[in-house]
């Protein structure tokens, strides 16, 4: 049985937060009512964001953090709110400004702002920027959606996850930010709750400058220091500023390897679900997420679907915090238990949410947004079969429901984008897993990671075993980003690498390249 979750009342108190400044952290409330003391100097160091573009507007999001490393986690900020400026224009000079507002930025959640902009115009580029006091942020770019009833000619995103800031630099991001994306699609792993010390600090160049971040994040001040850090990094700031973001999590955000209320360190339903609500708002806190993701308790929503015209549709899914916990360890010989038709990976209200969705799409791709690989990845070559609990493989039913209801529905290119694994992969998705002449029914790519993992290599020891299944059509052990274009007829998916991420400054190639025709699910090579 789960665990019920704490009432809000319940966690609001624990964490020392009332509704009210809740409500006020969104920016929804009376900016011009609210004014704190005067402004520190230089509190943009964080940097600014965008993300979930909708056809008539966008979220931007900064916080206020003029000594973001301080260990309280308040950034060097006054326990005051402070009411914060923005300007939308549609230059970067703002000679053509569209849209101003106010925001407050509030102490109870980390001085951060999440302005929602509403009433610009649909499929266009866009500048942003905040004002405190007499302080200006740096511009950002962001771009909304195009209109639902348009048929755009194509879509660029970017697909990246799993930053461990502490393995290696962000050169991935450097590169990110020079892509001219249309969209950052974020698989998970944003952070990493581990401590930091000698034994895994291989960024070269960089100390830290205290104890507090060798030790594992539990407690809000923990994990707001710890995305502090993270977000102190210039590439990431680019590649924050040059595109709006769209994210989906996976387990470092709160714990390695959680599932709903089950950690692996045998903590308490209790207990851990009052960890995930202080790591949800932490999350909450430091992306550009709408007001409709304020955590309740330990309860986000961010499982959301959105369009591209109709070109695409978006699915992005949640594949934590409803999912069942391990039937029995993390990599298993197969079993009946795996194969519980109750077992779900998204939960049963998630699950009807997205077959809902799959039912009435009219989009000309389907894209859905996971933080694990879906593919079947027996993990045991020649006799015998093995499989990773942790990823789709360990919810083989539900994977079984998600296909059926893309061949009920008629579900036109259906293509999955995941990460978690740090190692690039692509793969076909087959009706019959042990046939591989079966139907290819989708397409799945796999961003290996920004930095965790450290350098890489074009190959290792797992190589073997992900390319002995016949549909697995590439695997790269580098690290780097997917780099798409999406047009009414085909897919152009480019898996770019770095040499190397220990030390800064490496140039990116494409170490793959894909073409999947509409119509025709698969991979087609190129490079």
């Known amino acids: 049985m789960r665990s019920p979750l704490p009432a809000r009342r319940t966690f609001?108190?624990?964490?020392?937060?009332g509704a009210a400044a809740f409500a006020l952290g969104t920016g929804r409330a009376g900016a011009a009512q609210t004014a704190g003391p005067r402004v520190p100097a230089d509190p943009f160091t964080l940097g600014v964001a965008s993300g979930d573009p909708l056809p008539d507007g966008v979220v931007l999001w900064t916080r206020l953090a003029p000594r973001p490393l301080d260990p309280d986690g308040h950034g060097g900020m006054p326990r005051s709110a402070?009411?914060?400026?923005?300007?939308?224009?549609?230059?970067?000079?703002?000679?053509?400004?569209?849209q101003r507002g106010q925001a407050v930025a509030s102490p109870e959640l980390g001085h951060s702002v999440h302005a929602e902009v509403n009433g610009l115009s649909p499929g266009r580029e866009y500048f942003y920027r905040f004002r405190a006091g007499t302080e200006l942020s740096p511009v950002g770019r962001t771009r909304t959606a195009p209109d639902p009833q348009s048929s755009p000619s194509e879509l660029r995103f970017v697909a990246a996850s799993c930053a461990a800031w502490y393995h290696g630099h962000f050169t991935a991001f450097q590169h990110i930010a020079k892509e001219d994306a249309d969209l950052v699609l974020f698989l998970g792993d944003y952070i990493y709750e581990y401590g930091i010390t000698e034994k895994n600090m291989w960024r070269q160049g960089v100390a830290l400058p205290g104890a507090e971040h060798a030790v594992e994040a539990t407690t809000l001040e923990q994990y707001r220091l710890r995305y502090s850090l993270f977000k102190t990094d210039a590439n990431l700031q680019a590649a924050h500023a040059a595109a709006p973001w769209v994210f989906t999590t996976d387990d470092h955000d709160v714990q390695n390897n959680y599932a709903n209320d089950w950690s692996e360190t045998g903590i308490a339903p209790g207990d851990f679900l009052r960890r995930r609500?202080?790591?949800?708002?932490?999350?909450?806190?430091?992306l550009p997420l709408r007001a409709a993701s304020l955590p309740d308790g330990p309860a986000i929503d961010l499982y959301q679907r959105r369009q591209w015209g109709r070109l695409a549709q978006l699915d992005v899914l949640d594949n934590r915090q409803y999912r069942d916990k391990y039937p029995a360890g993390q990599v298993v010989d197969d079993s009946p238990e795996?194969?519980?038709p109750r077992r779900s990976i998204l939960g049963d209200r998630q699950e009807q949410w997205l077959y809902d969705g799959l039912r009435t799409s009219d989009a000309t791709w389907n894209l859905h947004v996971t933080g694990v690989v879906m593919a079947q990845v027996d993990r045991t070559p020649g006799a015998g079969a093995s499989y990773s609990n942790d990823m789709w493989d360990g919810f083989p039913a539900n994977r079984d429901r998600v296909f059926s209801a893309w061949k009920r529905y008629g579900v036109a290119n259906p293509v999955v984008l995941s990460g978690d694994i740090h190692r690039h992969a692509a793969a076909e998705l087959k009706a019959t897993w042990s046939n591989p002449s079966s139907a290819t029914v989708g397409t799945e790519l796999v961003c290996g990671s920004v930095a965790s993992d450290g350098d890489g290599a074009d190959t290792d020891?797992?190589?073997?075993?992900?390319l002995?299944?016949?549909?697995?059509?590439?695997?790269?052990?580098?690290?780097?980003y997917v780099r798409c274009r999406m047009t009414p007829t085909a897919l152009t998916s480019e898996f770019m690498t770095v040499p190397y991420v220990t030390r800064p400054g490496a140039p990116v190639a494409t170490a793959a390249r894909f073409v999947t025709e509409a119509g025709r699910p698969g991979l087609n090579r190129e490079v």
């Open 12 to 17: 609001l108190a624990a964490t020392g937060a």
């Open 82 to 98: 402070f009411t914060v400026d923005y300007e939308v224009a549609e230059d970067e000079r703002f000679t053509r400004v569209v």
């Open 277 to 286: 609500a202080v790591a949800y708002r932490a999350l909450y806190e430091n």
């Open 338 to 340: 795996r194969h519980d």
């Open 461 to 466: 020891g797992s190589a073997e075993v992900w």
């Open 468 to 480: 002995s299944n016949p549909h697995v059509k590439l695997y790269n052990a580098r690290r780097g």
